[in-house]
């Protein structure tokens, strides 16, 4: 439980410091974009109970920070943390690779998502060629960017990952 204390804490932090970072490669919610990283760090480290708990607190707290939609947060979390942590048994020995391929599928499998529920919600059906460009340019920075993370997110996190655990394969399963 302590994990996913940690988890929802750390996910808070990005959201209250978005506003004060600088933009990146023209994008204003950078920092708020590395969130599927801290899903797929999420269902890859952490056991079954505090990723549940992460997973509804989280997606609450990401419902009522954004207001895009209400009730698709934890659903978008799910969603995405299910994709990732049933690929378990395929990630037992993950490198530098390893890390750029989770953060690049699990980003745009998120950031789809996302907008996929947004235009469900409000009604409209457009998706062009430059939102795709959009979703894939933000996937391919955090393919970039996840393998540092995911060596922060374990310092970071630490206390919240038990001993046997942090000895063991990077993929709790």
């Known amino acids: 439980m302590k994990a996913a204390g940690l988890l929802t804490l750390l996910y808070l932090i990005m959201a209250f410091t978005q506003p004060f970072m600088p933009s990146i490669f023209g994008h204003q919610n950078w920092l708020i974009?590395?969130?599927?990283?801290?899903?797929?760090?999420?269902?890859?480290?952490?056991k079954?109970?505090?990723?549940?708990v992460f997973v509804l607190a989280g997606g609450l707290v990401h419902d009522l920070l954004l207001l895009h939609y209400f009730g698709f947060g934890p659903l978008l979390w799910g969603c995405t943390i299910f994709v990732i942590s049933s690929q378990r048994p395929w990630l037992q020995d993950s490198g530098l690779v390893m890390f750029s391929i989770i953060g690049f599928v699990s980003s745009f499998l998120y950031f789809s998502m996302d907008r996929l529920f947004y235009l469900l919600?409000?009604?409209?059906w457009s998706?062009?060629?430059?939102?795709?460009?959009?979703?894939?340019?933000?996937?391919?920075?955090?393919?970039?960017?996840?393998?540092?993370?995911f060596f922060l997110f374990d310092v970071i996190l630490k206390r919240g990952i038990s001993e046997p655990h942090r000895r063991s394969r990077y993929v709790y399963g």
Do not use: K
């Open 33 to 46: 974009g590395f969130t599927p990283i801290l899903l797929a760090y999420a269902a890859l480290r952490t």
């Open 48 to 52: 079954d109970l505090p990723l549940v």
């Open 121 to 124: 919600y409000i009604g409209f």
């Open 127 to 149: 998706w062009d060629l430059e939102l795709s460009f959009s979703l894939l340019t933000l996937a391919l920075m955090n393919a970039v960017f996840s393998p540092l993370l």
